[in-house]
């Protein structure tokens, strides 16, 4: 047993660190602990960072979506502007006619009684007045006023 003993503690005085080498060992595990606190807070940091920065690049997302909606609504608005200052260029006239010439009220034109009275239904029609009728109508009735102030001044002189 003396035999067993002393390879036992042979063996076991191989594998049993000395006092530097123990020293030495702790230090290196107070290190590692160190440095790995020092990377998990440096982890933690990091995440931190990156969560902060999603939710900036998530609200700078949201304020573009809004911006290309308020660009896509501003040029539909400027869009229906230009529409109703740009003048009427050319309009199209259409002509009802009247399938029954005792509903037009509106006209009091003897001739188109007379062609009631006849039968001939296909002269009763309304015609649907356009932009541009309506402004050779104003001007028409502007140089008439223009035509008969000047004719009565022109009366007017001669009688002087």
């Not at 002393?6 to 440095?35: A, G, Q």
């Not at 040029?75 to 009802?96: A, G």
């Not at 005792?102 to 009631?116: A, E, F, I």
Request: hydrophobic fraction near 30%; charged fraction near 35%; glycine fraction near 2%.
């Amino acid at each position: 047993f003396d035999k067993e003993r002393r390879i036992f503690r042979e063996y076991s005085e191989l594998i049993t660190p000395d006092r530097n080498e123990i020293h030495n060992l702790e230090w290196e595990n107070r290190k590692l602990n160190n440095s790995a606190t020092d990377t998990q807070s440096e982890v933690d940091r990091y995440n931190k960072e990156s969560r902060v920065l999603e939710t900036q690049l998530k609200a700078l997302e949201d304020e573009v979506t809004s911006l290309r909606k308020g660009k896509i609504a501003r040029r539909e608005q400027i869009l229906r502007l230009s529409k109703l200052t740009n003048p009427v260029q050319r309009d199209v006239t259409y002509i009802v006619e009247e399938r029954f010439g005792k509903r037009v009220n509106s006209y009091d034109d003897d001739y188109l009684n007379q062609s009631l009275k006849v039968g001939n239904v296909t002269k009763a029609y309304k015609p649907l007045k356009t932009g541009e009728v309506l402004k050779l109508e104003q001007r028409l009735s502007h140089e008439t006023q223009k035509a008969t102030t000047y004719l009565q001044e022109l009366m007017l002189s001669i009688r002087e």
